[in-house]
């Protein structure tokens, strides 16, 4: 079974881009899906698209939680939002993933209270995937779970990342970085040089501090740090990113030479704009919970919800969580 919960009512286009990504998924990779929310708007999307053959069923809920809603608050008293019972579904046994675009909060409220963690793990982590300039990928985190962190925590996130990489995305012997402000040992505070020498002694491939402007140039397969670094990291990317794109295409357009010169390199900028794209990655793991948890961006469209589902469907095919579980016991019986 590679069934998957969907919460369909999180998300700045929900249910629309939640469900046409849900079947074009399910057409590509055979998946039974679960698509959990308000029972109406879901069936009235799927009525407009082809269907046929695919295993969907929707789960009807009454309740939404929304991007302002008190996360821990919300998932304990709104015990029929979409979110929850998505969570639940895995929880039961009735789902072995679950992915919303929903509230980041209340998706890691829902990890911690309704899956649990996992045994070993003192801190969950929100691990994106970002694009290197070798064409492969980077695996960043923590990037916002926990906004603080102790040593023990980021050599936990080294430990995951590490398995993840190898797993998940077939990557040999991964690479772990810890982002500091220098590369040498010595560098950085209390908290990043004590974890420094925890992860020089842990099992992994890790090849020291990584600055930070060397975490897209493929240098490292999984970087490590406290969430609150890693979500600034994170949110610095996609505005940067944002920025990029705007001002080249101000450029382009700025005289009739350079609109001629824009034609020719139209196909490199298109290429351009698909590696920096987050709908071509889906969406981040929360590693570290009792279950396959993905978190997507608030702003997915149907492209970015294909690619979430392509990931779980990754995910489960890997057996990772089991790897995790053996991983984490181990270091805890140290």
Do not use: W
């Amino acid at each position: 079974m590679k069934r998957i919960s969907l919460d369909c009512m999180g998300g700045d286009y929900a249910p629309k881009a939640i469900v046409q990504g849900a079947v074009l998924a399910a057409a590509e990779f055979g998946l039974d899906l679960l698509l959990v929310g308000e029972e109406h708007a879901i069936g009235k999307e799927l009525s407009v698209l082809h269907t046929k053959g695919l295993n969907i069923e929707i789960v009807p809920t009454t309740q939404v939680i929304g991007f302002d809603d008190a996360p821990a608050l919300a998932v304990r008293r709104m015990k029929d939002s979409s979110m929850v019972v998505a969570h639940r579904l895995v929880k039961e046994g009735k789902a072995e993933a679950v992915f919303s675009a929903g509230n980041t909060g209340a998706i890691m409220a829902c990890g911690l209270f309704i899956l649990g963690r996992m045994e070993g793990v003192q801190r969950p982590a929100l691990a994106p995937i970002l694009p290197t300039v070798d064409n492969k990928a980077v695996l960043l985190l923590d990037s916002g779970a926990n906004a603080e962190a102790k040593a023990e925590h980021l050599l936990q996130f080294g430990l995951m990342g590490s398995k993840y990489m190898q797993f998940a995305r077939k990557v040999v012997n991964p690479r772990v970085g810890l982002i500091n402000i220098g590369t040498e040992e010595e560098k950085g505070s209390p908290l990043y040089q004590e974890a420094y020498q925890l992860l020089k002694k842990a099992k992994i491939n890790f090849v020291g501090n990584l600055e930070a402007r060397e975490l897209f140039s493929g240098a490292v397969d999984v970087a490590v740090c406290d969430g609150f670094t890693g979500n600034v990291i994170l949110k610095l990317t996609e505005g940067l990113a944002q920025t990029f794109s705007e001002m080249i295409k101000q450029e382009l357009y700025a005289d009739l030479r350079s609109k001629m010169g824009g034609l020719l390199i139209k196909p490199a900028m298109h290429r351009f704009k698909n590696r920096l794209d987050y709908s071509e990655y889906g969406a981040a793991p929360l590693l570290g919970v009792n279950g396959i948890c993905l978190k997507g961006h608030g702003s997915s469209e149907a492209r970015a919800i294909y690619s979430a589902l392509r990931a779980a469907n990754e995910f489960i095919e890997s057996n990772i969580i089991e790897e995790f579980r053996q991983v984490m016991i181990q270091n805890e019986s140290k």
